[in-house]
Each structure stands twice: as C-alpha cells, then as structure tokens.
C-alpha cells in the first residue's frame, strides 16, 4: 500500500501528494486528535490547539491574514504524517522528505501565491515562541525565555477535540475570506 487512508475516505500518498487529497476537514479532524509533545504534557493539549493558539498570536503580533492562516495551517503536514519529536524527526530524512512534499502541497491548495521567505520567517518564529510558551505551561521545565514574547492570550486548558476542530474550521474560514490576502 502506498497511500493512507483519510477521515473523509480519501487516500494520500505521502511522497507523491496530489492537492486534490488534501481537504481542510481532514487536516482539522485528525490535528484536533494528536497530542503535542508526543503526549509528554499535563493533558490533551492537541497539535490543533497549538495551531489555533499560533493564529491567533499572529493576530496579536497584527500580522498579515496570510501569516496567520499560514499560523494555523504550519503543522497540517502532521495531519497527514502525524507528529515527530524535533530531536527524533532531525534524524529521519525520509520523513523530512514526506513532511515537505505534503507541507508544500498544503501550501499550494490554501495559498493563491507561495508564502515569501519573510512570511515563513514569521510563521516559524511564532512556533517557536509557542513551543517554549507549551513547555513552561504543559511539560515540567522551561527550554527558554522566548514564551515571555507572546502577546495574546492563550488557552491553555483542556478542550474537547471536537470544539478544537469546530474552532479550526472557523478559523479557516475566515482567514480564507480575508480580502485580497491569500
């Protein structure tokens, strides 16, 4: 078998994707059920959570609707792969491979023109902000003091992963209607 079966009942195959397979209720469905931290936090906090909280720390910063739908879509590769520790996926370049290929595909069907190297810039700044954010409030150590540059306020409770997929999905459409800045 070369592809994996989707929550839609669409196949991808992981180092050939095609965009017509990747579909916004599969990313938000399957990121809404992955727990950040390969599951090392104080609760369910899901990859989907994460992204949400990305968003909307883009919006804080009063970034671009590209930058923030960028945000919230920066992690949908793992919607397809799921999620790798850093230290584990540094050493997995058949993965990294996959990751690009799926990542990339997601970024051509979402975005009308290629994010540019500032934006990306951005996006990864913010997930990195965030990470040391979740590992001062959800794991048991502080990697670093780049969680004191979060501007909004984030949640960091449990949620239902139905109500994260609900508020992905939302949050997908809006920044999808923003005029004239996908």
Request: charged share 25%; glycine share 4%; aromatic share 10%.
């Amino acid at each position: 078998m070369t592809y994996i079966t989707l929550f839609s009942g669409r196949h991808l195959d992981p180092f050939h994707p095609e965009t017509d397979a990747i579909d916004i209720q599969d990313i938000a469905h399957a990121l809404s059920l992955l727990c950040r931290g390969n599951g090392h936090v104080k609760f369910f906090y899901s990859v989907g959570q994460h992204s949400l909280a990305c968003a909307r720390e883009a919006a804080a910063r009063d970034l671009s609707c590209r930058v923030q739908l960028g945000c919230l879509l920066h992690d949908a590769s793992e919607a397809y792969l799921s999620d790798i520790t850093r230290p584990v996926k540094q050493q997995l370049p058949i993965y990294r491979e996959a990751e690009t290929k799926v990542q990339s595909a997601v970024w051509t069907k979402y975005f009308s023109q290629p994010l540019t190297a500032e934006e990306l810039g951005q996006i990864k700044e913010i997930d990195d902000d965030m990470l040391s954010f979740e590992f001062k409030f959800l794991m048991p150590e502080e990697i670093n003091e780049r969680y004191k540059r979060i501007l909004s306020d984030i949640c960091c409770e449990p949620m239902n992963p139905i109500d994260v997929e609900k508020n992905f999905l939302h949050a997908f459409e809006i920044l999808t209607t923003c005029p004239g800045d996908t």
